[in-house]
């Protein structure tokens, strides 16, 4: 049975730094690593060799990341924020929150997984906050599972 590709959700500035982040593995980070191997392996002995073993697993984790952007690429699907219906919470909706009762207030971009950055207020549509959030508007509230028990939070705004 074929694996369905799952889509990666970005806006235009993520997909750009998924393909500036391949550009740099391709162009910089592949040559770097093979130069080591290269100096590693004119050492001589390999079955000592730290520098070439350490070579060997960059070269894995670089080579993986090159396959898992270029999938990102390949699956992306882009969001387009400025056209959204703001009326509901949607992927690239920009959407201000409101503890019960407590009164914090919070504002969040919901962003695909791969584009997801809490500290800079982008959240993914698959983490708690951003899965409750997504199709509700203006005036609902939400109910967010959490560690020290369910959190309460009202949607204040859409933009």
Same mark, same amino acid.
């Given at each position: ?10 806006? @235009? !500035? *993520? ?6 982040e391949? @550009? ?14 290269? @100096?590693?392996?004119?050492? *001589? ?12 697993e @960059?070269?894995?984790f670089v080579?993986?990341?090159? #396959? ?20 509901? #919470?949607? #992927? ?7 503890e019960?009762?407590? *009164?914090?207030?919070?504002?969040? /971009? ?9 500290i ?5 549509? !698959? ?14 509230t939400?109910? #967010?599972?959490?560690?020290?028990? /369910? ?9």
């Open positions: 049975m074929a694996q369905q590709k799952k889509e990666v959700l970005l806006t @235009e !500035e *993520g997909l750009a730094k998924v393909k500036a391949l @550009e740099a593995y391709r162009t910089k980070r592949r040559p770097e690593v093979a130069q080591r191997l290269k @100096e590693a392996i004119a050492q *001589g002995d390999l079955s000592e060799n730290a520098e070439y073993d350490a070579a060997k @960059e070269q894995a080579e993986a990341r090159i #396959v898992t952007l270029e999938n990102m690429i390949r699956n992306a699907k882009i969001i387009h924020t400025d056209t959204e219906n703001k009326s509901f #919470v949607g #992927v690239g909706s920009k959407v201000t929150i409101q019960i009762p407590d *009164g914090d207030k919070e504002t969040y /971009t919901i962003v695909g997984s791969a584009e997801s950055d809490p800079s207020g982008k959240i993914s549509n !698959e983490s708690p906050i951003g899965s409750e959030l997504i199709g509700k508007r203006e005036g609902n939400i109910k #967010v599972p959490a560690p020290s028990g /369910t959190i309460e939070f009202k949607i204040v705004s859409i933009n």
